[in-house]
């Protein structure tokens, strides 16, 4: 079956940096756009970052911009999230996510067809 394990997160403070991982297993790596979402207490589910299946387009929420950078390595099933300048607002559950149908710029999660488990990242001031 499908898998999508998160791992990376942890306790940072405001101005560091973390990189999360996101290993998956039981798909078709290259066929699938990979996104990473996040989901702070009492707040919906928002978009972060996503990454298109080959062609190297990828689309970021505006609060991320030039701080956060989505990869892939296709060799090893794993898309990151490079995480630079955390800010406390940063603060959340980050879960990975897969679509087949979607692209780069499906922000909705009811677009993505697999879910991580999420990774909690907390960002002190």
């Known amino acids: 079956q499908v898998q999508l394990v998160e791992s990376g997160g942890g306790l940072v403070q405001a101005g560091g940096s973390l990189r999360l991982s996101c290993a998956a297993s039981g798909l078709t790596f290259n066929t699938y756009a990979m996104a990473w979402f996040r989901q702070a207490p009492g707040k919906e589910r928002e978009f972060v970052a996503a990454?298109?299946?080959?062609?190297?387009?990828?689309n970021y929420a505006e609060s991320v911009k030039g701080r956060f950078t989505i990869s892939r390595d296709y060799a090893k099933n794993t898309v990151y999230l490079q995480m630079n300048s955390l800010k406390p607002e940063d603060t959340a559950v980050y879960y990975c996510?897969?679509?087949?149908?979607?692209?780069?710029?499906?922000?909705?999660?009811?677009?993505?067809?697999?879910w991580g488990q999420g990774t909690q990242v907390t960002v002190s001031s």
């Open positions: 990454k298109n299946r080959v062609v190297a387009t990828t």
């Open positions: 996510a897969a679509t087949r149908r979607g692209n780069a710029y499906s922000t909705r999660p009811s677009e993505y067809d697999y």
